[in-house]
């Protein structure tokens, strides 16, 4: 996954103002939180020497298929069921800290990011992701917790 | 909101928050549970089958020509009985007493000698609860609960919150894995994963002593001598650690008296326990249960009121040797497990074989009896891993019998 | 110097490991006569360097032979960074367990850990059923 900077390298760097933000870094942040979207920059979608980091920007943020709101996918074919990532997912341990971030059975399934269901791991209300709205970060629990590599982020 | 949780019968942890939606004794959904569990909870189907000599007959038959077999037998030979529950287990203990049998289930070469140490507390052990609240180190030593016990990591030893361990698995604990293969655990345990070679646990053991009392540990196969200190210290500063020892280990092992002095090392510096990663759901039981009654955990053979114990009363020794001349063979497929260069003895001798499914035993049985599945189609109670006793209560009906009424009305036969 | 890939069909000598994987328990829960346990247990996973030697490529089959029995699997890739040579992976089950010594010093405990064996190309041969291993 790329970070604000590496997106603003890719940008005019001309701070013109057009997309309504105060600066290019400050619209590559927007960019990453998903608030705006490439085509929101008027001289990287019109002018022509941009051509290539235009298409490759929206590439980036193309919802491929079968992805979430926050990128994230689960391969299911990969996926055991172990629960690792349900358990380390800041959000689940902050929501649901004596049921998932305890180990067990979800006891407040409804603010759940993750859960097991059917021996597969299910992403769920998203909004709660942290790499999801305004303040998201780059929070990477539940990648560095599965052993057989089933979520990424795109 | 109270909801109706279900035990999972898949593994030797026993998960006891399961969540099964059912219609018409169909498993719609199951929340949870891991892959293995679900698989297990959806293995029950399809019409109770009694098979004698290939040919389908009813229950009553089988159960006469099981009776037949076992009582015509000079030395019967009982195995399994790792997925059955404790009343089933102590049913058969009794069958084996009356029919003088040699009686053995499959710790007798996977982990009953570390089994037995910790039955008569020669290693310190702790219970799967302590560790989600206490543990700080743990060690998965030539196991992979990955993949044999997928929700040991979640659940238990790495990542959950514990009481005194508020903070998370970042901060607060560190797992290690010593495997002779990257496994999906050692992969988890990062940097922590030292890779030893096959059969290079002992001298591994002896160099992590050394490098515990700031001696140079050395091995044949020159092991980074400062991975090993590093090691140490580790374990130097744990105030709750446990290893968790597999198949991996105590195989590569001639006897356990290297864990031994693990032990009574780390123990000198630091808290360390030891837990058996006991693999069906109640191995545990079965040795506890055979102990309780001979003071033995595997491999023993009645006669006439006395017991006799030893290897020569294992499976492997005793189809080896050839000296049992049938076998009932309990929720087990030996063929699937045992050295096919042993196994094929049992097909010289007549079979009975109980399953809640089809199995390569089974296809080689004289009589096959396919009963419910326990935990599932069948209720009792099961020995966790770390000696928890676990009660269960059947969720799907079935027509198939269970292990124990299969056992008792043999019982009965006799 | 090693002779071995001299030879019209090379072979080579290793020791396996056997192991435990998720997916395979899961297929013999559901049909252990099933194309998919079979799939997920008669294969063995190879050092890529291993896997040249003997002329093959990824889903090739071999011939796994010793004393104690003689297979039919597919080979693989081990996909582990360090290297490992000499050194092979079958998942435990009736394929890997026909090549197992019957020698255990009367202690009971085959020598799971312990199976040396000897690698030949099988390209175009069927890979070992599971009824006929017994």
């Not at chain 2, 698995?169 to 345990?189: G, L, Y």
Request: glycine residues 8%.
């Amino acid at each position: 996954m790329t970070n604000a900077m590496e997106l603003y390298q890719m940008l005019p760097k001309t701070n013109c103002k057009k997309c309504g933000k105060a600066s290019c870094m400050a619209f590559a942040v927007a960019l990453m939180g998903r608030e705006l979207k490439p085509e929101d920059c008027p001289p990287l979608k019109e002018e022509p020497k941009y051509k290539e980091n235009y298409e490759k920007l929206s590439s980036l943020f193309k919802p491929s298929e079968g992805t979430t709101e926050t990128g994230l996918i689960v391969h299911e074919d990969l996926c055991f069921g172990c629960g690792n990532c349900v358990v380390a997912c800041p959000p689940n341990v902050a929501n649901d800290p004596y049921g998932v971030g305890s180990g067990n059975a979800p006891t407040n399934a409804n603010k759940l990011v993750l859960a097991v269901e059917n021996g597969i791991v299910k992403a769920q209300n998203l909004g709660e992701c942290r790499r999801f709205g305004k303040n998201k970060t780059l929070c990477n629990g539940c990648i560095v917790t599965c052993p057989v590599e089933a979520i990424e982020f795109v | 909101m109270e909801k109706n949780y279900h035990v999972c019968t898949g593994c030797g942890l026993l998960c006891d928050d399961i969540e099964v939606e059912a219609e018409k004794n169909i498993i719609n959904k199951v929340l949870t549970a891991c892959r293995i569990g679900v698989a297990h909870m959806k293995e029950g189907k399809g019409e109770a089958i009694f098979r004698v000599d290939n040919k389908p007959v009813d229950e009553a038959v089988a159960i006469s020509e099981a009776a037949t077999i076992l009582k015509n037998a000079k030395n019967p030979l009982i195995f399994g009985l790792g997925a059955s529950t404790n009343e089933t287990q102590k049913i058969a203990i009794e069958l084996a007493k009356k029919i003088n049998a040699t009686l053995d289930d499959t710790s007798s070469f996977c982990l009953g000698s570390l089994v037995e140490a910790i039955i008569r507390e020669k290693i310190k052990t702790c219970t799967l609860d302590e560790v989600r609240n206490k543990a700080d180190v743990i060690i998965f030593w030539g196991t992979d609960p990955s993949d044999s016990h997928p929700r040991h990591l979640s659940k238990y030893s790495y990542f959950p919150r514990g009481k005194e361990k508020q903070r998370g698995w970042e901060e607060e604990r560190t797992a290690i894995a010593v495997d002779v293969r990257k496994s999906h655990t050692a992969k988890i345990c990062g940097n922590y994963f030292f890779q030893i070679p096959p059969k290079g646990d002992a001298e591994f053991i002896d160099a992590l002593i050394a490098g515990l009392s700031g001696k140079l540990p050395k091995t044949s196969y020159n092991y980074p001598p400062k991975k090993i200190l590093e090691l140490a210290n580790i374990l130097k500063g744990a105030k709750f650690g446990v290893i968790f020892a597999g198949r991996g280990l105590v195989n590569s092992l001639e006897n356990l008296e290297p864990i031994f002095r693990l032990m009574k090392a780390l123990n000198e510096k630091a808290n360390f326990h030891l837990m058996p990663m006991v693999g069906s759901c109640n191995t545990m039981g079965f040795n506890e249960n055979l102990f309780a009654e001979t003071g033995y955990v595997n491999s023993v053979k009645f006669e006439n009121g006395t017991v006799l114990h030893g290897p020569e009363y294992s499976i492997v020794e005793s189809l080896k040797a050839k000296t049992v001349d049938a076998a009932l063979i309990i929720g087990s497929d030996p063929f699937s497990i045992l050295p096919g260069s042993i196994v094929k003895n049992l097909l010289e001798i007549p079979v009975v074989s109980i399953d809640s499914y089809e199995t390569l035993t089974s296809r080689n049985s004289k009589v096959y009896i396919n009963t419910a599945v326990s935990g599932v189609e069948a209720g009792g109670t099961a020995t966790r891993m770390d000696r928890k006793k676990v009660s269960f209560e059947p969720f799907i009906e079935t027509n198939h019998p269970s292990e124990e009424t299969i056992l008792k009305k043999i019982m009965e036969a006799l | 110097m090693d002779f071995g890939s001299f030879l019209t069909n090379p072979e080579i000598k290793v020791k396996i490991v056997t192991y435990r994987d998720i997916f395979q328990d899961k297929a013999m829960l559901e049909n252990r006569f099933g194309e998919e346990y079979r799939n997920r247990s008669a294969i063995i996973k190879l050092d890529p360097a291993d896997l040249k030697q003997l002329n093959l490529k990824i889903g090739d089959t071999v011939t796994i032979k010793n004393s104690f029995g003689s297979v039919v699997v597919k080979a693989e890739e081990s996909g582990y960074e360090t290297p490992h040579r000499g050194i092979a992976y079958m998942p435990k089950g009736p394929w890997s367990i026909t090549l197992i010594s019957d020698e255990t010093g009367g202690t009971g405990v085959p020598k799971f850990k312990d199976i040396s064996v000897t690698i030949t190309s099988a390209k175009g041969e069927k890979v070992t059923e599971i009824e006929s291993l017994f």
